[in-house]
């Protein structure tokens, strides 16, 4: 039990362009999912929080603007990075938790390359 | 505000051999504990968690923690390391309903 989803798995996208990722929980509600940004051998930088039917909480620094969250059901969280550039490629990864619960499972990530 | 250090980068330990891996945390309140492994290119795998209870945890594919309080450390063990281990390992520390906040990680490399 408990897996996490995400989609796609990697994508490559030409500056200015929009991509959206999806993260899925596939066998529990996810009342609360997680958006990381994760750059190479380093450790994963929390760039949001959203709870279901709620604005996401970003953290200090993170461009609400730029990396768009919703979380519209219980088992969907979408993450898009608009206008994209160069700087945004980086491995984005999602985690969900449950209600009440105290951890957080996490997606397979999505890497992201612009181009 | 919670922290977690890991005081090691990087750990190079042969096949068979013991591991232990550090983990230092700061937190204002019993913290809720947790240590994860990465693959390369992969998300995070939980290996176990702390709570509350028995100090000593057990994990996944035979790896222990053990909760020090007096000493705020949570350190990750295996007594005979595979070379399938050789990976990324995140400690973190979060709250019920709260965020986590991770460790730099400890990239493990196994010698065969």
């Known amino acids: 039990g408990a897996v996490v989803s995400q989609h796609p798995s990697w994508v490559i996208c030409k500056s200015g362009t929009s991509v959206k990722i999806e993260c899925r929980s596939l066998?529990?509600?996810?009342?609360?999912m997680f958006w990381y940004r994760q750059f190479p051998k380093q450790s994963l930088m929390l760039m949001a929080t959203?709870?279901?039917?709620?604005?996401?909480?970003?953290e200090q620094g993170v461009e609400k603007d730029k990396f768009l969250i919703n979380h519209a059901s219980l088992t969907l969280s979408t993450l898009t990075v608009t206008s994209a550039h160069p700087e945004d490629s980086s491995f984005y990864i999602c985690s969900a938790r449950g209600h009440e619960q105290e951890t957080q499972y996490f997606g397979p990530g999505t890497r992201l390359l612009v181009l | 505000a919670q922290s977690v250090t890991q005081p090691d980068i990087h750990i190079t330990v042969s096949e068979g051999a013991s591991l232990e891996l550090r983990c230092n945390y700061s937190y204002g309140a019993t913290p809720y504990l947790f240590w994860y492994v990465q693959s390369p290119g992969q998300g995070l795998q939980l290996l176990l968690k702390?709570?509350?209870?028995?100090?000593l945890v057990q994990g996944i594919k035979g790896f222990e923690a053990e909760f020090k309080r007096s000493q705020s450390s949570f350190n990750l063990r295996k007594p005979s390391v595979h070379w399938s281990d050789a990976a990324e390992y995140f400690c973190?520390?979060?709250?019920?309903?709260?965020?986590?906040?991770f460790g730099d990680g400890t990239t493990l490399t196994v010698k065969p």
């Open positions: 959203s709870n279901e039917g709620s604005k996401a909480t970003y």
């Open positions: 702390y709570f509350s209870g028995d100090t």
């Open positions: 066998d529990f509600q996810a009342t609360t």
């Open positions: 973190a520390v979060g709250a019920l309903a709260g965020k986590s906040t």
